[in-house]
């Protein structure tokens, strides 16, 4: 779609945490059982991948909790337009758990005691739809927000670009929050390349976050 070309990303350092930015994609997904507590371990090899391209940072497990925050989305009085919100961003975040073995998987919660919240506000580049600020404790990340532009998304009068935006940029920023500081360079096959349009995690992601909780956690892994 032609809009996806104006999606601008910024790093904005905060006192121990770090921020990005971008839009996303993804594909279909139904609901899933998620298992409970699981500890990550994987297979090294999945190609092709993109981890040497980005600075990869990470969960210490999973499954982690999800709060969706709409008390400032734009419309949200209306009443569909709150399971559009909800089921875009529920959408994206459950895509990125197709990588299998437990890896990305995400539980919605109802309180904002969250691992990740999703909210709407302002963010560092006024022309970016969203953005993501991580918290790390240790060498793992303890906490992680993604910041919807709230003027951005208040210009989306019809449906089908709320819904086609709010996924494009939650699937890109959620691949921030599960994984990647950076953006790929070398392919654009991927939701994590900047300006990326592509509605669903690709094969190259899902490797690259496969990629990147395939190492047992004894090894270490530098912030960002
Ligand atoms: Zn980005």
Same mark, same amino acid.
């Given at each position: 779609m032609k809009h996806s070309?104006l999606?601008?990303?910024? #790093?904005? #350092?905060?006192?121990?945490?770090?921020?990005?930015?971008?839009?996303?994609?993804?594909?279909?997904?139904?609901?899933?059982?998620?298992?409970?507590?699981?500890?990550?371990?994987?297979?090294?090899?999945?190609?092709?991948?993109?981890?040497? !391209?980005?600075?990869?940072?990470?969960?210490?497990? #999973?499954?982690?909790?999800?709060?969706?925050?709409?008390?400032?989305?734009?419309?949200?009085?209306?009443?569909?337009?709150?399971?559009?919100?909800?089921?875009?961003?529920?959408?994206?975040?459950?895509?990125?758990?197709?990588?299998?073995?437990?890896?990305?998987?995400?539980?919605?919660?109802?309180?904002?005691?969250?691992?990740? &919240?999703?909210?709407?506000?302002?963010?560092?580049?006024?022309?970016?739809?969203?953005?993501?600020? &991580?918290?790390?404790?240790?060498?793992?990340?303890?906490?992680?927000?993604?910041?919807?532009?709230?003027?951005?998304?208040?210009?989306?009068?019809?449906?089908?670009?709320?819904?086609?935006?709010?996924?494009?940029?939650?699937?890109? !920023?959620?691949?921030? &929050?599960?994984?990647?500081?950076?953006?790929?360079?070398?392919?654009?096959?991927? &939701?994590? #390349?900047?300006?990326?349009?592509?509605?669903?995690?690709?094969?190259?992601?899902?490797?690259?976050?496969?990629?990147?909780?395939?190492?047992?956690?004894?090894?270490?892994?530098?912030?960002?």
């Amino acid at each position: 779609m032609k809009h996806s070309t104006l999606r601008i990303c910024s #790093f904005v #350092f905060l006192l121990g945490a770090l921020a990005s930015c971008g839009g996303g994609s993804n594909s279909e997904k139904s609901s899933q059982v998620i298992p409970s507590d699981v500890t990550i371990y994987g297979s090294c090899g999945n190609t092709p991948n993109y981890k040497n !391209e980005i600075l990869i940072s990470r969960w210490k497990r #999973f499954p982690i909790t999800l709060y969706v925050d709409l008390s400032n989305a734009p419309g949200v009085d209306i009443g569909n337009n709150r399971s559009i919100y909800r089921n875009a961003i529920l959408y994206s975040a459950n895509n990125w758990s197709s990588a299998g073995n437990g890896i990305g998987a995400i539980i919605l919660v109802s309180t904002p005691d969250a691992d990740i &919240v999703v909210r709407f506000g302002s963010t560092p580049t006024a022309d970016s739809f969203g953005s993501t600020s &991580v918290v790390f404790d240790g060498n793992y990340k303890k906490k992680a927000t993604i910041n919807l532009n709230l003027q951005k998304f208040s210009t989306l009068s019809q449906t089908i670009y709320l819904d086609y935006w709010l996924k494009i940029t939650t699937t890109h !920023e959620m691949g921030h &929050v599960l994984m990647a500081y950076g953006h790929p360079v070398s392919t654009r096959n991927s &939701v994590m #390349f900047q300006g990326s349009s592509i509605e669903g995690p690709t094969l190259e992601d899902l490797n690259t976050i496969r990629e990147a909780y395939c190492r047992v956690d004894s090894q270490s892994y530098p912030n960002p």
